[in-house]
Nanobody, 116 residues
Framework: QAQLVESGGGLVQPGGSLRLSCAASGFMFSWYSMSWYRQAPGKERELVATISTSGGSTNYAGSAKGRFTISRDNVKKTVSLQMNSLTPEETAVYYC?????????WGQGTQVTVSL
């Protein structure tokens, strides 16, 4: 069965950086566009970044542009999110997601806490 496993979350100081990774298995990874979402306490889940099946096209939420970079490796079946200049408001659970047509898979999420 399809599985997405995120890693790389943790505690980081404001202005710091983190790199999240998501390992996929159980489905044709290269057929799916990949995205990172986040959900802060008491808020709805929001899209952070998306990358196309080949990796040739990326899109970012306004707040992430210029600071975050999404990438993928179709051989290793992984997708990453490099996050720089983090702010406390970006404290959230970060989720990896795969989508192809009406089919979507979610990971279990990884906690990112931005605090002194």
């Amino acid at each position: 069965q399809a599985q997405l496993v995120e890693s790389g979350g943790g505690l980081v100081q404001p202005g710091g950086s983190l790199r999240l990774s998501c390992a996929a298995s159980g489905f044709m990874f290269s057929w799916y566009s990949m995205s990172w979402y986040r959900q802060a306490p008491g808020k709805e889940r929001e899209l952070v970044a998306t990358i196309s099946t080949s990796g040739g096209s990326t899109n970012y939420a306004g707040s992430a542009k210029g600071r975050f970079t999404i990438s993928r490796d179709n051989v290793k079946k992984t997708v990453s999110l490099q996050m720089n200049s983090l702010t406390p408001e970006e404290t959230a659970v970060y989720y990896c997601s795969a989508v192809r047509g009406s089919v979507r898979y979610w990971g279990q999420g990884t906690q990112v806490t931005v605090s002194l």
